[in-house]
């Protein structure tokens, strides 16, 4: 999968591109990330990519000259018909606070399509003709506000890439996520078996398949339940599952916080 970064600061993104498990992915040619410079497409003395904004009011704006020049030479899309035509279906994404909010399902969605462009706003915000006419989706990381959007470029590049095939060590590493089976991840152990007097639970130490599964849905749904009560109303829940939440329910007080 290919990702097209649009920035006006790439040195942000080698040290985390260059680490890790996104480092082994782009050395096993399994995603491929391009940093594009924004400036770079700037044809002015002073490469200007920002200006004040119209109507007065603080801050700076970021121009669409060379952010439509920069996409549309790199992405080989002309996007400036009127009224705007999608030219391709690659997506185009604004990272921005006014998004829809990134999620899993985000992620999945984005990692079926073989190359996307992620397109980092800095200063107050972007001319508004680049939202209407070049960019195809708006995506935000949370309610708060950052000062761009090259973070968000690379927590999207980062969990959009694990989700593609032999990225992670374990065929089967991302399906037990939390947020993947739309609860949050059962707890783990690793020896030693007792550490400090506090014992790994018996039944992961059972060999016991069928129990060990049983125990791990049985505290996620736990977990979920108390952590973040609100994704058991949309998670696909087993009638098993569904007697596990109503038990759960009657045994609020009994639960650890
Ligand atoms: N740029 C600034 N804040 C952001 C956010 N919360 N999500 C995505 N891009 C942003």
Sequence with gaps: MQFEVFTLLPEVFPSYLETSILKRARERGLIHVNVHNIRDYTHDKHHTTDDTPY?????????????????????????????????????????????????????????????????????????????????????SIGDYVLTGGELPALILIDAVARLLPDVLGDPTGAEDDSHAMGLLEYPHYTRPPEFRGWKAPEVLLSGDHGKIDKWRRQQALERTFRKRPDMLETAGLTKEDKKIVEHLKSNVKNLRP
């Design 55 to 139: 109507g007065g009011g603080g801050g700076m704006v970021m121009k669409p000259e060379p952010v439509f020049e920069a996409i549309e030479s790199v992405m080989g899309t002309k996007t400036q018909q009127t009224p705007p035509e999608p030219v391709s279906n690659i997506p185009i994404i604004l990272l921005t606070p006014q998004g829809r909010v990134f999620k899993q399902s985000i992620a999945q969605e984005l990692s079926a399509h073989p190359r996307i462009a992620l397109l980092c706003g800095r200063y107050e915000g972007i001319d508004e003709r680049i939202r209407e006419h070049l960019v195809t989706d708006e995506i």
